[in-house]
């Protein structure tokens, strides 16, 4: 943060424009991934799953502001209690949805595409020597279930299924099913179908 931040009106007003459409997105994704329409229920609203996703959104939307600092404590405390790690990266894209909330991990560094889906016991994590050294790139309509480990400088590609206990520290293309540890690559088109959750054409919503 500049000190000429603290001059500009901006800086003290919440964004809940951006919020609000990332919700709206997230929110969308959350319901088709269970089988919705679209739109969750009031209960559902209020899911650890669904909060710890608003709750970055907020933090984000809001990081060039001075509310930036209220989110960050916030969302530091709701994390902690629960076991989720995400707040630190910037680069979720949209309809990002936790299946099952539990221990979880994503390196602040890593780049998540659209249509995303993680669970309890995923890591996304970097790779601190070797050839792998860095963090992953992960692409759209992304099923990274239960338990698996996804580490180092790799890409992995759209359409892709990590299924439950896998380890991946390869580059994956798209299409694919990766399957145990060591891993294996099964090639599958529509491989993500009832993985993750859809996105709505973005002019729905529009504010």
Known sequence: MRISDFFHINFYKLNLRDYR???KEDEYAFSTFRGGEGTLSNREKKSIEFLAVKYYRLYIANYNTIWRYWF????????????????????????????????IVVSGDAIIGDQVMITHGVTIGRDIRGKHKGVPKIGNRVAIRANSTVTGN????????????????FDVPSHSIVIGNPAKIISRENATD??????ASESIFDL
Not at 156 to 167: K, R, S
Not at 194 to 199: A, L
Request: hydrophobic letters at 35%; glycine letters at 14%.
């Open 154 to 169: 790799i890409t992995i590609g759209d359409d892709v299924l990590i299924a439950p206990n896998t380890f991946v520290n």
């Open 72 to 103: 960050a404590l916030f969302c530091h405390r709701y994390y902690k209690k629960y076991g989720i790690e995400i707040q630190s990266n910037h680069s979720i894209g949209r309809g990002f949805v936790i299946g099952h909330w539990g221990r």
């Open 194 to 199: 009832g993985h993750v959750g859809r996105v």
């Open 21 to 23: 459409k990332q919700i």
